[in-house]
């Protein structure tokens, strides 16, 4: 997947990509050993990842990396290529605030379901916490400060110049959030046979993706 981000962004973005993904992966292992005790001991703490979550979490971001690809390359729509990569940030801040919810909410008191509000025990798919929805906020918020810190190329892309930058900030954040929201609501749904938590992570990346641009346009983004 690295190497498929590389080549798709090229000279100009190829590095940006790939770097907010480990940075994904970072913040992702720190998630994950933060209360390791208390996990081991609700039986909550799962370490290893399988190629199925791989492609869950990674196949949004490596889309939208190919839709920068194939615009940037086109002559009919270069300067929409801007919002292919809002679209691929937005992808990687929902994944991130998933996680953080996920590994962050299990430490808090008991969940209440996100529909019925019912209380349900730790570790139920569409159980939500307090502590897990504000830690969802946090990782969307340092995806969006880490693309900013790392992706300098990004000012130079066509149709970017357009945007203010707060405005491109918030929506990230926000498009995460929802993604995460999202994620929680589908899980509601796996408990009753419909989906999994892989469908779950994959639908959540897209829909950070696909909110982004919207949020962006209804910020009044433009210069």
Not at 15 to 31: E, G
Not at 92 to 120: C, H, N, Q, W, Y
Not at 162 to 176: D, L, P, T
Request: positive net charge.
């Amino acid at each position: 997947m690295a190497l498929a981000l590389l080549l798709l962004g090229g000279a100009g973005l190829g590095l940006f990509f790939v770097l907010l993904m480990v940075y994904f992966l970072a913040l992702s292992a720190i998630v994950t050993w933060t209360g390791i005790a208390r996990k081991k001991a609700l039986k909550l703490y799962q370490y290893d990842r399988g190629v199925s979550n791989v492609i869950a979490n990674g196949a949004c971001p490596i889309i939208m990396a190919a839709v920068f690809f194939f615009m940037e390359s086109s002559a009919v729509a270069p300067g929409l290529a801007f919002f292919a990569v809002l679209g691929f940030m937005g992808s990687v801040a929902a994944i991130t605030a998933d996680k953080f919810s996920s590994e962050l909410g299990v430490l808090d008191g008991m969940p209440r379901l996100i529909f019925t509000l019912r209380k349900v025990r730790r570790g139920v798919s569409g159980g939500v916490t307090s502590l897990g929805l504000g830690a969802g906020l946090l990782g969307s918020a340092l995806i969006a400060a880490g693309a900013f810190a790392v992706g300098g190329q990004l000012a130079s892309l066509e149709g970017a110049q357009a945007f203010n930058v707060v405005a491109v900030f918030i929506s990230i954040v926000i498009a995460g959030f929802v993604g995460t929201v999202v994620d929680s609501m589908l899980g509601y749904y796996e408990e009753r046979g419909l989906g999994n938590k892989f469908t779950s992570n994959f639908i959540c990346s897209l829909c950070g993706a696909a909110i982004s641009i919207p949020l962006l346009l209804a910020l009044g983004g433009m210069h």
